[in-house]
């Protein structure tokens, strides 16, 4: 698959996608990126932002397998990843799949399930597999976790440990609309769900061509170069207590790859790493003691960097 069918094909999902969701163009090209590049994404909002929403209109927008499951306190490991059981009419133990069998998962509200739950999704979001009592069982590709959590609301809350955090290749915050787009999103939702008529625009094996084209993107060693040059300044803040891993840094250029196709290019610009360091390199950062504004410093933190690092300027063509 060339390139410019990639850019075609995200330029489907998305049209289908603002069917429904109002004034988040940059929001779901974000995410397409994460998909393509065969990461998870994190969707941190308070309530009735649109983060259920999002994450549904993009799965009703491909012809693959959905489930949705609401996290909460009492929700156990083998509900996600399936147990065995004793069958009394076969006289056998037999499988029964749990929710991470399936290619777009939402996870609603991570953060209530208890941290044992929360650690099942671990090998399934990096290895593309689970293992139950002992038997390994490969997920069907593509698998894509879209994740959501409210991160004002506390009580009766699980916060998601680095461990967890570092599985997402990008978090993101829906952020409130302005008010002509609140408007329209109150025309089109005050009498009928139009996330509810959605038809998909492209089918699983396009989606995996797609996934394997942006292999293909091309990363010049000085926009390489560059990325680190961001990734050690994180380490060398006197406000971070740990900045961003090495498997970070490689993160920010498969999302940066996938980010440039969706836009059209065959190579990575400069632009690309700058649009990605917030939402692929935040929530990878642990600050100095705690503060309620964590969100704030971070995105300050990661522009003055920004403007710190020199910008290559050569032609980063092949």
Known sequence: MQISE????????KENMEKVIVGKSDKIDLILAALLAKGH??????????????????AKSIDTKFKRIQFTPDLLPSDLIGINYFNQKEQEFVFRQ???????????EINRATP????????????????????????????????????????????????????????LSMGYTEKAE??????????EVPAADLQPVITKDQLLE?????????????????SVDIVEKTRQEEAVQLGV?????????KAAQALAAIRGR????????????????????????????????????????LETVEVPTENFKR
Do not use: C, W
């Open 245 to 253: 891993s090495p498997r970070g840094n490689l993160a920010l250029l």
């Open 98 to 108: 749990g929710a991470l069998f399936t290619n777009i998962l939402l996870a609603d």
């Open 116 to 171: 044992r739950t929360q650690s099942s999704l671990l090998e399934s979001m990096e290895e593309k597999q689970i293992t139950v009592d002992g038997v390994t069982y490969v997920l069907d590709q593509p698998f894509f976790v879209i994740a959501t959590e409210n991160p004002v609301e506390t009580q009766g809350t699980f916060p998601l440990p680095e461990a967890q955090l570092d599985r997402f290749l990008i978090q």
């Open 266 to 305: 065959e190579f990575v610009t400069p632009d690309d790493i700058k649009d990605l360091a917030l939402p692929v390199l935040g929530h990878r950062i642990l600050l100095r003691g705690s503060s309620r504004n964590r969100s704030t410093q971070i995105e300050n933190l990661i522009s003055g960097i």
């Open 41 to 58: 994404v994190l969707l941190e909002d308070v309530p009735g932002t649109g983060k259920t929403v999002l994450a549904k209109s993009l």
């Open 182 to 191: 609140t408007v329209k999103i109150l025309e089109r939702f005050v009498n």
């Open 210 to 226: 797609m996934q394997e084209a942006i292999k293909d993107v091309y990363i010049h060693p000085d926009v390489a170069g560059y």
């Open 6 to 13: 990639v850019q075609l094909l995200s330029a489907k999902i």
